[in-house]
């Protein structure tokens, strides 16, 4: 039985009064009531609602004067029979930031409740909406009911149908493996939104193919990016595109393939995720990116600044709606980036606070989430947030990204010259010499620094329409002030907060007369 299916079962059975059922799948909602309603084992008539139609029994004609809300209700409450009656734009009249809700609705919606959990009639009323909108008054009446989306069975079974319907007219070469990779693509997606892009993908070419999972995706990444809290990022660099950070690439390195089944019967959790600190520019951001390609999976940006946009109670809504579409998704890499702003000094016990509740919201489904949903952190201040968010059991781990130390300065060099070292700028030999004294140049430079100075010298070249010479590096990184030296106390104050509380991201560098270079 469906999850959802079999939670209503059990709130009918007892006889809650007033439901809601926060779904943009209007329709969905609808069939899986009537369906559980069928299924009851004591029989109950089914009333929809909405603004349009007004009221109508189902498989009857709509009742006469029955649009106004405030008029129907107290009718709805002389209705002498059991029964389920479902709204379905009600919460247009409940309020919201800009404006109060309607009082004869509310007082009515209050009656209503009092009858039906003081009346003999077993009678509920559900609200279906796409937001929630629950006034004060309402609050303590209302039980909301979760309805998720599609999970990769019902995927499954759409796509399957449509490649069944489609059959004489779409030549279908996928095995098992495309298959789930199509499947897979269309996950945080309403079933609507997935038939969609599952006829888009047959429609271009007239064939289905595992490569087709690149059309759905596209069409997720608009579906994602019109809710404004998340952005789908397709992203080509892989984690040897990130110069250094040899601790850290090789703890995410080892929770590769986290979420098969196989990692699972090897009695594996699935990792929370990691917190990445440490000083701008140094490779935080492109480490996020480049996990999820390197592990295969969607890399999906929550943008928390627009979590707190919108009315009064919107940004918890927000951040649940959020978090629920990334569980759907699953399995994927989330990345929360510059998490540090909105909930600096936030305290997840603070009242009625808005970023406190928030916050809360988010810790504790950081602490209990059972879908492999990999959370990647990354934060500048990370000496501004609250404990809570700090202490064991949140993250996995905590990094701490350094500047770059000598032999990372030549790798991010080598990198960078590799990829921009093109066309009439590929004239200049990259040797060890110059990358062992570029690397000395730039101590205190980040990686950003490093690259930006890059870019200055490749303008000096084309400037004069000739190719890049080391002058003009050694040129462009004399001209440079790095952050360290502009901000060096603050790097200090970094540093020392991070000793005792995050793992270096990159591995300690020794002379080689160390005695702890042996056997290294």
């Not at 929770?255 to 594996?268: I, K, N, S």
């Not at 600096?344 to 009242?351: F, K, L, Y």
Request: aromatic share 8%; hydrophobic share 45%.
């Amino acid at each position: 039985m469906h999850p959802f299916r079999r939670t209503l079962t059990h709130l009918l059975q007892a006889r809650f009064p007033l439901l809601y059922v926060e779904a943009f799948e209007e329709q969905r909602v609808l069939d899986e009531i009537a369906a559980t309603v069928a299924e009851l084992e004591s029989p109950r008539a089914l009333w929809h609602w909405s603004t349009t139609d007004g009221m109508r029994r189902s498989g009857g004609l709509p009742e006469r004067n029955t649009h106004d809300p405030a008029q129907l209700l107290p009718r709805v409450r002389r209705i002498g029979e059991e029964a389920v009656f479902v709204f379905s734009d009600l919460h247009a009249f409940l309020g919201d930031g800009t404006r109060p809700a309607d009082l004869h609705v509310v007082r009515a919606l209050r009656d209503l409740v009092r009858d039906f959990r003081s009346g003999h009639l077993a009678r509920t009323a559900i609200i279906v909406a796409p937001i929630l909108r629950i006034p004060p008054e309402l609050q303590k009446d209302v039980t909301v009911v979760d309805f998720a989306l599609p999970d990769e069975p019902a995927i499954r079974g759409l796509l399957d149908g449509m490649i069944s319907e489609q059959q004489d007219t779409v030549t279908v070469t996928l095995d098992d493996h495309g298959r789930d990779r199509l499947i897979r693509a269309a996950l945080g997606m309403t079933l609507f939104e997935a038939e969609k892009a599952f006829a888009l993908a047959m429609v271009d070419g007239s064939s289905l193919t595992e490569s087709d999972a690149e059309v759905v995706l596209t069409e997720k990444a608009q579906s994602i990016r019109k809710s404004g809290l998340l952005e789908l990022v397709r992203t080509e660099v892989n984690l040897g595109d990130v110069g250094g950070l040899g601790e850290l690439k090789a703890w995410l390195e080892k929770r590769r393939d986290f979420w098969l089944a196989e990692a699972v019967a090897y009695g594996l959790p699935a990792p929370k995720g990691v917190l990445i600190t440490g000083v701008p520019g140094c490779g935080k951001t492109l480490t996020a990116k480049a996990v999820a390609a390197a592990w295969g999976l969607p890399l999906i940006r929550l943008d928390l600044g627009r979590v707190f946009v919108g009315p009064s109670g919107a940004s918890d809504h927000n951040m649940r709606a959020a978090l629920a579409t990334a569980e759907t998704s699953a399995p994927c890499v989330l990345w929360v980036d510059e998490i540090d702003n909105p909930f600096a000094d936030a305290d997840a016990s603070g009242g009625t606070d808005t970023s406190a509740r928030v916050f809360g919201t988010f810790l504790t489904w950081l602490q209990e989430k059972t879908r492999p949903v990999f959370v990647i952190a990354t934060a500048n201040s990370v000496e501004n947030l609250p404990p809570d968010f700090l202490r064991k059991g949140r993250f996995d781990e905590i990094f701490f990204v350094d500047l770059p130390r000598a032999s990372e300065r030549e790798a991010i060099w080598r990198l960078h010259l590799a990829r921009r070292r093109t066309g009439p700028a590929a004239g200049l030999d990259i040797t060890p010499t110059l990358l062992h004294d570029l690397a000395r140049d730039t101590e205190g430079f980040s990686g950003t620094e490093i690259e930006q100075a890059l870019v200055a010298g490749l303008f000096d070249a084309y400037s004069a329409r000739r190719p890049l010479d080391a002058a003009d590096l050694f040129h462009s990184v004399a001209n440079t002030v790095p952050l360290s030296a502009l901000h060096g106390d603050q790097i200090t104050a970094w540093r020392e907060w991070a000793k005792p509380r995050a793992v270096p991201a990159s591995r300690m560098e020794f002379p080689d007369d160390d005695p702890r270079t042996r056997g290294r």
